[in-house]
């Protein structure tokens, strides 16, 4: 932990030895030659941990310098910490520490991952997620079971093979809007079963963000709403008769309205008829009974 280092010199003259003059210089830290001022040594401070080499020249009391001089190699020893190996050992313990957080963040964003999908896999109803750009993530075995469909042959558009042609389309364009604005998704569709019936279902996603409101995934599910779709059509198909009954109603309350008017029409059409062919009678006599 050296940092300050002094170095006295000095020469030898019998003559007039106050006149002697001196100039110094330490390679690597003084960029060029210093004449020493008012003693005969010199102070370095700070110095980092090196070799270094310093060289002094002196001239006699007639100003002759002696060119050749005097040196002095000497060395600043670093402290453990300023070593290379220390530095080495660093650097590795550094990347030794990234990268064992790195895969502590991966094992532990996996271990969330298959804690998720037990989770999904046990929910009891057809659970599925989407990845931001609609390509499949996951989908529970119960879904599977019911489409008799395999992860293999899930694959990016398997869920299109179960969806009733007729509700294929408008199910397809609602997904790609919902994809395109990041809004909820929700729909009716009839999905195949695998003995080929087909079964409503109420098929909803929601999007899961990030922080910043990013999509990083579509969560959804699948009910199965066919008892309900079926108590609707009762309900329609009973409504309709309940329209075609009032009808029919309508129409008998019309027949007997048309009936009850007739009847009293023509009982005086009837009565004046009798009366005017009595009348006739009357007059066809031989003498008219006026």
């Excluded at 520490?97 to 999908?117: K, M, V």
């Amino acid at each position: 932990l050296v940092r300050d280092v002094t170095i006295e010199f000095t020469g030898l003259s019998l003559v007039d030895p106050r006149n002697v003059h001196f100039r110094y210089r330490l390679d690597g830290y003084d960029d060029e030659w210093k004449n020493a001022v008012g003693g005969r040594q010199v102070t370095y401070t700070n110095l980092a941990p090196r070799q270094y080499r310093f060289h002094v020249k002196a001239s006699n009391n007639s100003g002759v310098w002696n060119e050749r001089g005097a040196q002095l190699e000497f060395s600043i020893a670093p402290a453990f910490y300023q070593t290379n190996w220390f530095r080495v050992a660093c650097v590795v313990l550094i990347i030794a520490i990234i990268w064992s957080a790195h895969r502590l963040r991966i094992r532990r964003i996996r271990h969330e991952e298959r804690r998720l999908r037990d989770v999904i896999a046990g929910i009891p109803a057809m659970a599925f997620s989407i990845n931001p750009d609609g390509s499949p993530d996951l989908v529970n075995q119960r879904w599977l079971d019911y489409a008799g469909l395999s992860m293999s042959t899930q694959g990016a558009h398997g869920w299109e093979s179960t969806i009733h042609p007729a509700d294929l389309e408008a199910h397809r364009d609602k997904w790609r809007t919902a994809l395109a604005d990041g809004q909820p998704f929700e729909n009716e569709a009839r999905h195949r079963s695998a003995t080929g019936e087909y079964r409503w279902f109420l098929v909803r996603a929601v999007p899961l963000r990030d922080p910043q409101g990013k999509i990083v995934k579509w969560y959804g599910a699948l009910t199965d709403i066919e008892e309900r779709k079926r108590a609707e059509e009762e309900r329609e198909r009973l409504r309709r008769l309940e329209e075609q009954l009032a009808h029919t109603n309508r129409l008998s309350m019309l027949g007997e309205l048309t009936a009850s008017l007739a009847h009293e029409i023509n009982q005086p059409i009837a009565a004046a008829i009798t009366s005017a062919g009595a009348c006739l009678r009357w007059l066809d006599r031989d003498e008219p009974e006026l």
